[in-house]
């Protein structure tokens, strides 16, 4: 899944530019990772959802108040809270005094 997040993510920031980390853990983040999924998996699209995303793409307040257990906006929400635990972990790795 996240090689093909990764993907889609290069395909709409265009092409080979690096993808930061940015792009995923933060509030825009969830709303590329929810796009990814609903592109992904256009028959689970809840169109009213949608429609509320489409008129504020940049408003992960839509994606989190959606997100009802097997949504694609909860699906959003778990992959952006796995990769916002990564980064947390590596931070952590990365301070370390020793």
């Known amino acids: 899944l996240e090689v093909n997040l990764l993907k889609y993510l290069k395909i709409k920031f265009s092409g080979w530019n690096r993808i930061s980390l940015e792009r995923i853990v933060s509030g825009t983040g969830i709303c590329n990772v929810y796009d990814y999924l609903a592109w992904t998996y256009p ?4 169109p009213e959802v949608q429609r509320a995303h489409q008129q504020a793409p940049k408003d992960a307040g839509v994606i989190a108040q959606s997100a009802r257990p097997g ?5 959003a929400l ?3 809270a796995s990769c916002y635990g990564a980064a947390c972990g590596n931070m952590a790795l990365f301070v370390q005094p020793f």
């Open 43 to 46: 028959s689970q699209v809840d």
């Open 71 to 75: 949504s694609l906006c909860e699906r």
């Open 78 to 80: 778990k992959i952006f």
